[in-house]
């Protein structure tokens, strides 16, 4: 098995597993998470900025404040949106940009996670 | 093994791991542990609030600034002094409003934690 | 006018402005206040923590991701739920055991705030 | 002189400050000043995407991590972009959502200095 | 009064202010202060490296977290080791380089910081 | 094969595997790296400060920050420097003081990383 398609399986794995515990913290909390969720709806539908351009913001800001489950989540859903890899690789300069040498590493695992989440 | 079998021996390698590595670095440097130590002591000992209501505190802002060694920590310590699943959720809720996303991933982390280490 | 006198009105101040650029802000985008309004009901009602516990958790949380419009937010709600000086002071408390100096610093001024926005 | 002309000018002053600051300093290091300098051209200028979206990321980042004068750099350079209201208020959205309460009132603020710059 | 005689004068305040705040909160909660100030004599006395050094290490720390408290207080104890503004500059360039924005701005407030807390 | 091994062979992998993500990105945007490349250079060659303290500082403000990787990237660095652990110890020291919890948690994984990549 190629070293590409393992990291794809891999990948693919943490987010399913994101998804998971998302789901079993929701359903601890469903009024927090109605709410939440109605949030993240109200957010991201394409309005003024399409919902690709937003979803490409959410990556930089999660690339920004480092948090890497946020990175598989946004970058999922970036792709679902159908964005290219150099609209995804601008989104990560911003955050270089805002951010130094942690957005460089963090930026580097985002456009790990884009490549193995964009193979299918 | 069942899974959740699995990820319980999991958690509590993770937090094996992280007193460890503490214990560690505390030798190489005794006067600066100690004094952390004391802060610890006097932060979190019953007062105008109790010991459970601090250590629920510690996970939420564990959480909020998305360290996931200090979730382990704390959420261990918590469930010794008897804290209740749904405290804990509770507090992460407090950690969601003041969090957003990155909250909710790492949040969702924590109660798989809670979950895994409460199983004795 | 005594120096007490002045900062409890330039805190007051402070905390009228943030409820009016909140309020400007919500006038824009409705929906999504409307959906963070019934996430900060959902979260801060008591349940099985009180909405007191929650409100310092809160504190707690603003002084440690150093967020000076958060502390006076939520030192006012606090305030208005009946929280005591030795309550507030143990949660700066458990914000210095996560954050060190810089909790120290915003803790510092939650303190002013605490005391500034209680004297009426 | 009615207070939105005031805020006008105390907003139009602080980003005026930031700019000596940062002159002052560059002065001091010219050289990795030069090389940051190339680093935001290479960043912000127009390729998959417009250099337009690129600063309403840049204004997202910053309220996500809660640096006012990266939103008054930030939102300047947005205004002389041409970017709306309507399009600068749904990034301030997308940090809500990955930024939670913090981001409210730092996105209030953000909001509020649109404005005061945008009244020329 | 010229610019730089009244930003003295405000710096010097600012840090006088801090010093007040911080001896407030002190007296309300002495075992959790004593801890933590003998952490900090142990941390920053002379060992293997200087305390010059690391009241250096401190400024760019508070540089890269954005605490501009912990930038003028720690600014002050950096001047009165004798750090030089070419020692203090180069500090600001490594948070620079691990932050991005945030810490050319951050930065530049610091720098401004550093001239008015020297010129005595 | 022995704990020690295992742990340095894992933290040489996972330092080659952010060189490797990095380079990836590098290619993708090669202007803003080059920028980037000449921040890194300019901040970090010795001048009033040697280059050894600055790798010190970047470890202190790695740990700060809560950067993993960014831990590993530059303990690699301070030891091809010659960084004695004691040295290295002293940094996170400040780090713990600026950062309590979090600090001591990730402060402990980053002498783990120094102890494993020093054993050459």
Redesign the interface.
Known sequence: MSSSVASKASKKDQVDA?DQ??G??AK??P??F???G???????KT???DDK??E???V???V????E??IL?HTRAAIKLGV????Y?????????????????????A??TF?ALSED
Chains 1, 2, 3, 4, 5, 6 share one sequence.
């Open positions: 994101i515990r998302i079993a913290l601890t909390t009024k927090v109605g709410a939440y109605q949030l993240v709806q109200s957010v991201m309005g003024a900025l351009t937003k490409l913001m959410a930089a800001i999660s920004s404040v480092r948090c489950d946020c989540y290219s890899e150099a609209e690789v601008e989104s990560l300069g911003v955050a270089i940009e805002l951010g130094g040498g942690p957005s460089v590493v963090y930026g580097a695992r456009l790990e490549k």
